[in-house]
Structure formats: structure tokens, C-alpha cells
């Protein structure tokens, strides 16, 4: 692992040693602070050195750099990578970022060779180039975490397939439906963030190296090489776009900042449901805690933060849509304030996703609770509406009235619709049987929703199945 945190060296005053050669002084030290991204960038030193790796050994393949020099360029680049991954490596402010503090220390350990390295190439491509192989890998985790917590949403599904819960409206208690449903539908939404996330990743997966400073280069490259070699689909096809492209990363966080709402609707559910209200669920002492005062309490803090971290990832989204609104082509050093938001998003995101994970696989469902819960509301009404539909044979328009008028009736007395006698039935409609009790019960009301995509027992273990197939 890199050592991010090593002290940057600042203390150069000459000119730059990468670009100073028009330059008779350095940087002022503001200038130097506000220039330098190497306090952030430095995440991307394994896809820089990736990058140069692959660019040495097409320069070499095409005759632009001889095979004696391609060897010590790729043998420098190894020590590099072993310096930084051990924590040995002095990063410098002075030299702005992950790109020339790569490319001096190469040059300390192999000489003039180094220079040949940043033939046919520019920092623009470089960082576009290190951007993108970045946001794949972390594309590629966000995947397997989002993985992971619909397996736990699945697994509550199956367990609770046929556990009765009130289903809401405006959060008014409106049919019951069961916890397994309930939870089902986070993993639809979440298998379509999957989707927008892997959308999102082809068009990262493009290959902006080789594009040089902006209008491509005089040497004979191989970008296809270069490609292929870094695992891109293919080579941007135009030098402008590649180095000043930066949707892909904007896209990024616009599917970041749908999921980290999902995840935040989850949340506030949690919230909710271990609250007294409603004590439909536990959560387990490893994502709760306690009160330092009220000896009884015990605080869902895990999903109060990741209700409150989707604030993280949608300001990051609208940070870089105001970063690039505007820009003229191609690259601006408004472009470095690219980076930071976009790991403030796979930071958070993943983080959530994992406190997530735990929360749903370690939660204890009562069904008790639920059952109680769905005792009040008439929430069998509809059910009732619908009998009348079809034994009767009335209007549903009408029917609605009449179950209403019985609605209105249960309340006054204080009592369930089934609660209510034939005759008391009979006075609202002169058509209703005894038969109509069959259907006032929540089991009944749940196991009657055979509809595709509905609510029965039967239904919701079909549906986690598919979801296994689909998903996991
Ligand atoms: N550190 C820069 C960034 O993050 C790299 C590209 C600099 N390019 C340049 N022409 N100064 O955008």
C-alpha cells in the first residue's frame, strides 16, 4: 500500500526542473499550493506508471526509442512503483503532480533515458489516460460491493418471503404486502445503479493516451497498441475530445448520485422501522449506538450517515458539472479540480454500500410487530372493494363507495372491517354474504396478489430466485 500521507516536500524555489527552461524564477509559494495536485493525485500513481509502461514499450515496438532505453525505463518504472508502494517515496509539491513526480524520480534512477519517456505524449493525455483506468477500477469494486448487498437483500427476501407488513402510500398504511417484497424492490433499484454504473464504464473505457498535448502527434504511434495494452476498448477517436473530456467522469457521479439516493431511501426505512413506531426490525449491536445519557437507547447511526452521505455524492456531482459548464476547449487547469469529487463519491459510495451490507444481513425482522402494525388501517379495504366486484358483480366505482361507507362504520366503532357482523355488511349492501369474510384477513389479502410482480408468498420466492439468476 502507498503511503499517501508522506510529507510533500516544497522547498524548491528554482524553476520548475520538468518545464522551467523559459522560467528565471520559480513559483511564489501560493502559486505553488494552489498548482500542486500531487496531495490528491498521488491515488493514481499505479495507473501512471501503468500508463508509462505501456507508452515506453510502444515507443520501443515502433522504432521511437531504442530497446536498451525501453529496458531502463521499464526497469526504473518497477523501482518506482516498489518505492511508492513501500512508503519510500518522497512525493514534491514542487513537481505539481503524480505525473512529473513519477517521471523525476525515474530520471535519478536511470538518466538522460528518462527524458525519452514523455516523447509523443503530454500531461493532458497522461491524466485522462490515469482518470480512466482509475474510475474502471473503482467501477469495477462499486459492482462487486452492489453485488454483495442485493446477496443480503436477497437473503432477507427469502427468509421473510411471506412475514405481512403494512405497504404505504404517503406513508399511510394502504394493503398489506410482505417484508420480502419490500425488500426485493431495493434490489431492482439497485440492479438498475449496477446497470447505469456498467453503461458508465464503457464509455470510460476508451483510450485517451497517445492524443499528446491536444492535436495528436508528428511521431509514428501505435495507439491501438497503447489500448489494448491498458485493457481500453479502443482508442478515442478524436485528440480534441480525449484530453478534454471529462463526462465520463460526470457520468459517474450522476449514476453515484441516483444510488447513493436509493441508499439513502433504504436508510430512512431503517430509520423508521427500528424506531418504537414501528419496531418492525432489529438492528444488530455492531451498526448502532449507544447514549452516553439514555442508558435505554440505541441509535441507528449507520443509516442516519448513509442518509446523510448521499449530501457528499450529489454535491461532488454538481461540483464537476460547475467545473466544466462553459470550459472552452480543450484542456484548462480547471480540469484538476476533476479528481477530487469524483473520490469523494467512490469514497463515500463505498463506504455506504458496505455499512449497508452489514446492517441488512445482520437485521432481525419481527413479524409480530408487522402483523400487529397491520391490524390497524383497514388495510383489507381493497380487498373487500374487490370482492364486491367480483361475487357481486357491482362497478368497482361503487364499490369503493360501499366499502367506504363500511370503512367509515368500523371506525366509528372502533373495530376492524372484519370485525363487523353480516348483518351490519348487508346494511351498507343487501348483496354481501357471509363469503366476504374469506377475503378480509392481511394472509389472504398478500396470497390473493398472484399478479406478476406482486405481492403473494409464492410470487416474492420466485421473484428472489430470478434475482439470484439475474444478479448474483
Ligand atoms: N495535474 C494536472 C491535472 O490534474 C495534470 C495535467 C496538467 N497539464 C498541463 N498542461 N498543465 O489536470
Known amino acids: 500500500m502507498a503511503n499517501p500521507s508522506a510529507a510533500v516536500d516544497s522547498a524548491s524555489p528554482s524553476a520548475n526542473s520538468m518545464w522551467g527552461g523559459r522560467f528565471a524564477v520559480g513559483p511564489d509559494e501560493a502559486m505553488e499550493r494552489i498548482n500542486a495536485s500531487i496531495d490528491f493525485d498521488r ?15 510502444m515507443l520501443v515496438a515502433q522504432g521511437i526509442v ?20 513501500s512508503g519510500d517515496f518522497a512525493f514534491s509539491a514542487a513537481l505539481e503532480d503524480i505525473h512529473m513526480n513519477v517521471e523525476a524520480r525515474l530520471a535519478e534512477l536511470i538518466g538522460a533515458a528518462a527524458g525519452r519517456l514523455h516523447t509523443a505524449r503530454s500531461r493532458n493525455d497522461q491524466v485522462a489516460t490515469d482518470f480512466r483506468l482509475w474510475l474502471r477500477g473503482a467501477l469495477d469494486a462499486l459492482d462487486g460491493q452492489l453485488r454483495d448487498l442485493q446477496a443480503a437483500l436477497i437473503g432477507q427476501a427469502e427468509a421473510e418471503a411471506a412475514t405481512v407488513m403494512p405497504g404505504y402510500t404517503h406513508l399511510q398504511a394502504a394493503q398489506p404486502v410482505t417484508f420480502g417484497h419490500h425488500m426485493l424492490a431495493y434490489v431492482e433499484m439497485l440492479g438498475r445503479d449496477r446497470g447505469r454504473l456498467s453503461d458508465c464504464r464503457a464509455r470510460v473505457n476508451e483510450s485517451p493516451l497517445g492524443a499528446a498535448a491536444l492535436a495528436g502527434t508528428s511521431f509514428p504511434i501505435d495507439r491501438q497498441a497503447t489500448a489494448a495494452a491498458l485493457g481500453f476498448d479502443r482508442p478515442l477517436a478524436n485528440s480534441l475530445d480525449a484530453v478534454s473530456a471529462r463526462d465520463f467522469a460526470i457520468e459517474f457521479l450522476a449514476a453515484g448520485s441516483i444510488l447513493a439516493v436509493h441508499l439513502s431511501r433504504l436508510a430512512e426505512e431503517l430509520v423508521l422501522w427500528c424506531s ?4 418492525f426490525v432489529t438492528l444488530s449491536d455492531a451498526f ?3 447514549s452516553s445519557i439514555m442508558p435505554q437507547k440505541k441509535n441507528p447511526d449507520a443509516a442516519e450517515l448513509v442518509r446523510g452521505k448521499a449530501g457528499r ?11 466544466m459548464k462553459g470550459l472552452p476547449m480543450t484542456y484548462g487547469k480547471d480540469m484538476q479540480e476533476d479528481k477530487e469529487p469524483v473520490f469523494e463519491a467512490v469514497d463515500t459510495l463505498s463506504l455506504c454500500l ?4 452489514g446492517m441488512l444481513r445482520d437485521l432481525k425482522a419481527d413479524p409480530a410487530a408487522m402483523a400487529k402494525a397491520c391490524g390497524s388501517g383497514f388495510l383489507t379495504a381493497t380487498d373487500l372493494a374487490d370482492w364486491l366486484v367480483r361475487a357481486v358483480g357491482m362497478p368497482f366505482r361503487e364499490a ?3 366499502t367506504g361507507r363500511l370503512v367509515k362504520l368500523a371506525e366509528e366503532k372502533k373495530v376492524g372491517l372484519a370485525d363487523l357482523s353480516l348483518a351490519e355488511m348487508q346494511a351498507a349492501d343487501g348483496r354481501i354474504t357471509d363469503d366476504v369474510f374469506s377475503v378480509l384477513t392481511v394472509e389472504r389479502a398478500v396470497a ?17 430466485t430470478l434475482a439470484r439468476e439475474r444478479f448474483l
Not at 532505453?69 to 508502494?85: C, F, P
Not at 454535491?315 to 458539472?321: E, F, I, M, Q
Not at 458496505?354 to 451490507?357: D, E, F, I, N, Y
Open 43 to 57: 491515488r493514481f500513481y499505479r495507473e501512471d506508471i501503468a500508463a508509462s509502461r505501456a507508452h515506453a514499450a
Open 66 to 85: 531504442s530497446v536498451g532505453d525501453g529496458d531502463a525505463i521499464r526497469r526504473g518504472l518497477e523501482q518506482v512503483l516498489q518505492e511508492i508502494e
Open 276 to 279: 418504537q413506531g414501528f419496531a
Open 288 to 290: 448502532t449506538t449507544g
Open 313 to 323: 455524492v450529489i454535491g461532488a456531482l454538481t461540483t464537476l458539472l460547475v467545473v
Open 354 to 357: 458496505l455499512a449497508m451490507t
Open 400 to 402: 369503493h363507495h360501499v
Open 448 to 464: 390473493s396478489r398472484m399478479s406478476f410482480g406482486g405481492t403473494a408468498p409464492e410470487r416474492v420466492r420466485e421473484a428472489a
